[in-house]
């Protein structure tokens, strides 16, 4: 009778089994690692951790993205989860080349869970404000005075028109402590031209 070991489920247990793992400390091969859900590199609690010292929860739900290599056929493929830090809740996989395509979609399931109703916060809508706004007090102010109490403290997202198509949802850095996610710019109104003067008469 063989007994298997069930794989821990949450984003931080998942981190810790991947590293655990990655550095030959189970049974399993190093390298499967990359086949086990993990946090993704550079999203939050995408840190080190190891030997099962997993860092306390944040008190609060807190969004990050969870990946896995995939071999189907010849060819490995990406699939993408939303996870939260502060509780085991995981999202629906979602399939893709990453970079946009598939991740941005379980970052925004993460947010849905931690932030319901972030797609109505304003929205930046120039490139120059995603640059200006960290070190501008009074801009920053006047943007987040319509996210819901509480909402900052916790680290909401700030929610951005994208440059381009797919363009990828930037994780938490430095610089900016939450993530920019980033959302389609709304179509625009067809400009009205002046009447046809000849036509009136």
Request: hydrophobic letters at 25%; one cysteine or more.
């Amino acid at each position: 009778m063989t007994t298997t070991t069930a794989r821990p489920t949450g984003a931080q247990g998942r981190q810790t089994n991947y590293w655990r793992v990655r550095n030959g400390r189970t049974p399993e091969p190093t390298d499967s690692a990359p086949q086990m859900w993990h946090i993704r590199h550079g999203h939050p609690g995408g840190e080190y951790s190891d030997l099962g010292h997993e860092l306390d929860p944040p008190e609060h739900h807190t969004p990050t993205l969870l990946t896995r290599s995939r071999r189907t056929g010849r060819r490995e493929e990406e699939e993408f989860r939303g996870g939260c830090l502060a509780c085991g809740w995981e999202g629906p996989v979602h399939h893709g080349a990453g970079y946009g395509d598939g991740d941005n979609q379980a970052v925004e399931d993460a947010h849905d869970h931690a932030f319901p109703g972030w797609r109505e916060l304003p929205p930046l809508t120039t490139a120059e404000d995603r640059w200006a706004l960290p070190r501008d007090r009074g801009r920053w102010a006047q943007l987040t005075s319509r996210y819901p109490p509480g909402w900052l403290d916790r680290g909401a997202p700030l929610v951005a028109w994208n440059r381009h198509r797919r363009e990828e949802h930037a994780p938490p850095h430095r610089g900016r402590p939450r993530y920019e996610l980033r959302v389609a710019r709304p179509p625009a109104k067809p400009r009205t031209s002046p009447a046809n003067q000849e036509a009136l008469f």
